[in-house]
């Protein structure tokens, strides 16, 4: 039964009735992720603006810490640092923000469990898009600084919409499974807010993995996160595009397409069960 359930979530039949059910509800979808950004600081003076100021401040105290503080970590090669590390952390940024907000996606949002006019799988969708209007925000602020400091626009720019999309599969397969086993185990929130701390520091964004002795970069390697960061770097630094790196790309698809399907049979298992413990 498994095998024929991942045949059904992995077949193009299944992945193009899911973008279906996106374009069906989007109305719905929009107004959703236009309440998700207010409630998020509801109540507080500028609102949506925290949105923008908190990962603005993070960067800057990073820049200043690693750049005048730390000399040693000034620049990457012949990379000023500013970029090497604001190309990291935009996509880190909206990685990690995907994980918890698509965790708290279903508990956030109860009251649509029992809406049969909408798909409560789409909840994660949610979340994965207003984050992504944070972060298409701050890749326009990036965009500007990289031309600031000689780094025009080119074809390999495109390729950002592509590692855009890869972190949207692949968060939204684990916003599944997280999002419906929180229901039934409430301390699983705290762990995927400790794992996102932990991630970022073992995850290459203020330093090289060529600091890394060649015989463990495996395992850093085996972060999805990292094929994300080092993809923003080789379009905006150093011009590689994504099918140069093979193996790479292959590895994180496979993961992708597991945890994708993984999630949802995760998802449909647990769905009959939400509003008990809603």
Known sequence: MV?????????????????????????????????????????SFLGVTWSFIQPTIFILVLWFVFSTGLRGARTAGEVPFVLYLVAGIIIWNFFSACLPAGASSIKQNSYLVNKMVFRVSMLPVVKILSSLVVH??????VMILYFAHGYFIDLYYLQILYYIFATMVFTLGVSWITSSVALFFPDLFQIIQLVVRIGFWFTPIIWPIERVPEKYQVFVKANPAYYLVMGYRDSLIYKVWFWEHPALTTYFWLLTLIVFALGSIVFRRLKPHFADVL
Do not use: A, C, H, P
């Open 136 to 141: 298409t925000f701050f890749l326009v602020v």
């Open 3 to 43: 095998r024929t359930q991942l045949k059904k979530y992995l077949s193009l039949k299944g992945f193009w009735g899911f973008l279906k059910g996106l374009y069906e509800n989007r109305k719905i979808i929009y107004q959703l992720v236009e309440k998700d950004m207010q409630n998020q600081y509801l109540g």
